[in-house]
């Protein structure tokens, strides 16, 4: 089992940047794939970023490319969401999210077994 916990949630100005940190209890990020996930107000949840456990590959969705780096950090087992340029339609609940069980990642949160309990992020105009 590994449990996640997410940190660095806050209110922004639009352009503003924020880094969420995930750690964890449990196995060691090295060997999970660790995803970030949101949710905003009325909408379903959403696949954000994510590192994979095979080889430190990354994921984005369209929506957030460019502007948000995710990173592992194995040394302090910690996973990392860089977030700049940071716009309203970001605001949600960002949730981390660990897999050690598949091969691939899976970008459907359905999938997905052990989770954060989410941190805010609101950004303003």
């Known amino acids: 089992q590994v449990q996640p916990v997410e940190s660095g949630g806050g209110k922004v100005q639009a352009g503003d940047s924020l880094r969420l940190s995930c750690t964890a209890s449990?196995?060691?990020?090295?060997?999970?794939?660790v995803a970030w996930f949101r949710q905003a107000p009325g909408k379903e949840r959403e696949f954000v970023a994510a590192?994979?456990?095979?080889?430190?590959?990354?994921y984005y969705a369209d929506s957030v490319k460019g502007r948000f780096t995710v990173s592992k950090d194995t040394y302090n087992n910690a996973v990392y969401l860089q977030m700049n340029s940071l716009e309203p339609e970001d605001t949600a609940i960002y949730y981390c999210a660990a897999d050690y069980k598949n091969l691939y990642i899976d970008l459907d949160y359905h999938n997905w077994e052990n989770w954060g309990q989410g941190t805010q992020v609101v950004v303003s105009s």
């Open positions: 449990g196995h060691r990020f090295r060997d999970c794939h």
């Open positions: 590192t994979s456990r095979n080889n430190d590959d990354t």
